[in-house]
């Protein structure tokens, strides 16, 4: 569903709390159907800004509008249009999950006759139906998240904002959340804070990245990676013994850093590579390894992974150049 109409659009947004400013003049928005990830390292103004759309903090200057409404101006019209999962999930834990679902429902006035409707077809969705008349504390962390994801569901917001939805859970169950984000996209814009870098790159269509208070990039992984071209990496697996070999690539005019990325092959190692800006090693890599007679077994570009497009526009990679985004 991605190009449809918008449905958020965050303007000059800044905050400051006295002489700091935890919002710097922030502005994007997001389209209906999208699924957006929001980075930032610590302090860099990603849940002051989660926070402010969600009406739970008012902004110093700018707006935040929800399919049009300003979350300031109109509260509670724009509030019906958002569903927020918390990073620790809202829940009463001595409730059974059936009693709890059914309180949010009242809060969020539900008709009382489309109460049990609503309970199933969302129970059924993010499948918790199997533990409806257990008590929450006695889940575990997966159902748990599980049941704060319908509570946020209730009401069919047009907009769901999770913070962190997987934090805690074991592989399979990451998988799972995984999974039903993209489900629910299909009726949902959602907006996906999260320090987990690939977990970003495996559910979201784009990333939008904030450092310092400031926007820095915005686009999909796939075109931020096109755009940075300060980092030239390959990696090649090489058959010989290992240090002679890493020395070796050391030594290569241009060659800014090798490192053994791991041995793959008995007999062989795998070594990534980086050259200096606008330099192709692929050459001297290739004569060096056959004036040694270390057979090549494998050279690829190494592409670049949303670890390094984020180190690289928050200016946290040694030597890394200052990234510039056009942001729209």
Do not use: W
Not at 128 to 134: A, E
Not at 315 to 321: C, L, S, T
């Amino acid at each position: 569903m991605l190009g449809g109409s918008i449905l958020i659009e965050v303007q000059n947004l800044t905050k400051r709390y006295g002489e700091h400013v935890a919002l710097d003049n922030v502005s994007f928005k997001v389209k209906k159907g999208e699924v957006l990830g929001f980075l930032g390292p610590n302090g860099a103004g990603k849940s002051t800004t989660m926070n402010i759309i969600t009406g739970y903090l008012s902004a110093t200057e700018g707006s935040a509008k929800i399919d049009g409404i300003d979350i300031l101006e109109n509260p509670i019209e724009a509030k019906k249009k958002i569903g927020y999962l918390p990073e620790i999930p809202p829940l009463y834990m001595d409730m059974t999950v059936k009693e709890y679902l059914k309180f949010v429902c009242e809060l969020k006035k539900i008709k009382k006759k489309d109460i049990p409707e609503t309970l199933d077809n969302i129970g059924k969705l993010v499948k918790v139906n199997d533990v409806k008349n257990r008590l929450i504390k006695n889940l575990s962390k997966g159902y748990k998240q599980r049941v704060g994801l319908a509570q946020a569901l209730i009401g069919s917001p047009d907009v769901l904002i999770l913070d962190e939805p997987t934090v805690g859970l074991d592989p399979k169950q990451i998988i799972e959340i995984r999974k039903l984000v993209k489900d629910l996209s299909k009726e949902h814009t959602v907006i996906l804070s999260s320090h987990i870098l690939s977990e970003v790159s495996a559910v979201c269509d784009r990333v939008m990245i904030i450092n310092k208070g400031k926007l820095v990039a915005s686009d999909t992984p796939e075109n931020l990676a096109k755009k940075i071209t300060t980092i030239n990496k390959i990696s090649v697996r090489i058959k010989g013994p290992k240090n002679d070999i890493l020395n070796m690539i050391k030594n290569i005019e241009g060659v800014k850093l090798a490192e053994i990325d791991r041995v793959r092959e008995a007999g062989s190692i795998d070594i990534m590579i980086e050259s200096e800006e606008d330099i192709d090693i692929r050459e001297s890599v290739f004569n060096i390894c056959k004036d040694n007679n270390y057979p090549i077994i494998q050279m690829k570009a190494a592409d670049m992974t949303l670890e390094d497009i984020f180190l690289e526009v928050t200016g946290q990679r040694k030597g890394g150049a200052t990234y510039v985004s056009d942001i729209k």
